[in-house]
């Protein structure tokens, strides 16, 4: 079984930061790519940024400048540093991995949210 496993929601102001990680676990053997994906208030889950297991990243272009995705793919692990935060930034982020497991099957996992709330 794989579990992923968010941290790092919390509520800030707006021009605040947060960092957001997300932690890989159970009968892993290697993790493609990893992305994160928020869901605003009423809208439909939309991704944020994408990382291949070599560094190549995508963004989307609401978070381009602000926002930065890195990965420790010795800890399996997916950070999310935000900066310049905004209250359209509040959503419900999702990590998500393309995981291969030990029996060589891949398959997307998606962790279980954690919320960002931007307000003043």
């Known amino acids: 079984q794989v579990q992923l496993v968010e941290s790092g929601g919390d509520l800030v102001q707006p021009g605040g930061s947060l960092r957001l990680s997300c932690a890989a676990s159970?009968?892993?053997?290697?993790?493609?790519?990893m992305a994160w994906y928020r869901r605003p208030p009423g809208k439909q889950r939309e991704l944020v940024v994408r990382?291949?297991?070599?560094?190549?990243?995508v963004y989307a272009d609401s978070v381009k400048g602000r926002f930065t995705i890195s990965r420790d793919n010795a800890k399996n692990t997916v950070y999310l540093q935000m900066n310049s935060l905004k209250p359209e930034d509040t959503a419900v982020y999702y990590c998500?991995?393309?995981?291969?497991?030990?029996?060589?099957?891949?398959?997307?996992?998606w962790g279980q949210g954690t919320q960002v709330t931007v307000s003043s």
């Open positions: 998500y991995a393309e995981v291969q497991t030990s029996d060589r099957l891949i398959s997307g996992r």
């Open positions: 159970g009968s892993i053997f290697n993790i493609n790519d």
């Open positions: 990382i291949t297991r070599g560094g190549g990243t």
